[in-house]
């Protein structure tokens, strides 16, 4: 791509934001979070951008450029910009820091709505996977991505008490790196599974009979749902998001996932389960009970899509509590 001025390239980014943002007037300096902007805006920001400025980003590069000035200076360097392991999603003061980890769509864009109603004032961090910029090859194998995480977590928090949220695929990753901490004789203040489970040849024998009766009677319904069919549908529909990068991270991912075998967790699990099963085991105690030394499950309204997009307020309220519990432990 020919390297484009900033003034020009702010003159084409400018009409898009007000576009996206539907507002009239827009400087250079502006935030797009002040603005108005949340993940769905930021999906169709960087589709226009990639329309207009033939540049595919990941929409999660608004949290480091959130300004069309810093955008722009983006832009205008050919090279492709690597998104950094960590994202900061919410600043905050001087307590120890809260990292979430992303689903199988690879972005903690996802977090945006949830994180923005949690109550803390402990700043929020997302552990954001390698190869969703296209630069580096992703992972197949969650005990590398929990390792890679772990590097850039201890490189800002070198030591504990450590607070870890994961969603879906990403609470098998945050298992993975609390097992670690552990392991290394670090305490692990809050791990938080949301609706997490892992592959279904690794959950125990009756659980896999109830779910394959579940999927039977989807099917018998004309509604099937090969099992995490419905993860893998928690994508941007944009065929800009859904490039052959992301393609190859979703592959990687699924790998990944069929590959790890959970192992037994010497401390507590915080669970939140969707109170609409879907596709996913209907009962959260039986999976992780026999996993963990503790485990503590709390429901949040809708199903595995629904906890993070629609009931984005009750998961903060359960997240937000957790959070309370952590510190005064």
Known sequence: MRQVPASTMIELLLPIWQRVLRVSSITAEDNFFDLGGDSSLALELFTEIARVCGRNLPPVMIYHTPTVG??????????????????????????PPVF??????????????????????????????????????????????????????????????????????????????????????????????????????????????????????????????RWLDLAASYQPSSDTVLSSTMQRFRDNSFLALERYQPSFYSGKIHFVRAAIPTSFPADAAAVWGPVAKQLAVDTVPGDHLGIMSTHYKELAAVLSRYLREAVSS
């Open 70 to 95: 810093a955008l722009a200076a983006l832009l205008e360097d050919p090279s492709t910009p690597r998104v950094p392991p960590l994202v900061p999603l919410k600043p905050a003061g001087k307590e």
């Open 100 to 225: 979430v980890t992303h689903g199988l769509g690879g972005s903690v864009i996802d977090f945006f709505q949830v994180v923005r109603n949690i109550q803390t004032s402990h700043p929020i961090y997302g552990m954001q996977s390698r190869g969703i910029d296209g630069v580096d090859a992703p992972f197949d194998r969650i005990e590398d991505i929990a390792r890679f995480y772990l590097d850039a977590v201890k490189e800002l928090q070198p030591r504990g008490p450590y607070i870890l949220i994961g969603y879906s695929f990403g609470g098998l990753v945050t298992l993975e790196m609390a097992q670690r901490l552990t392991a290394g004789g670090e305490r692990v203040a809050l791990l938080a599974m949301l609706d997490s489970y892992p592959n279904p040849r690794y959950l125990p024998l009756q659980q896999r009979i109830r779910l394959a009766i579940q999927q039977a009677r989807k099917r018998a319904s004309g509604k099937p749902k």
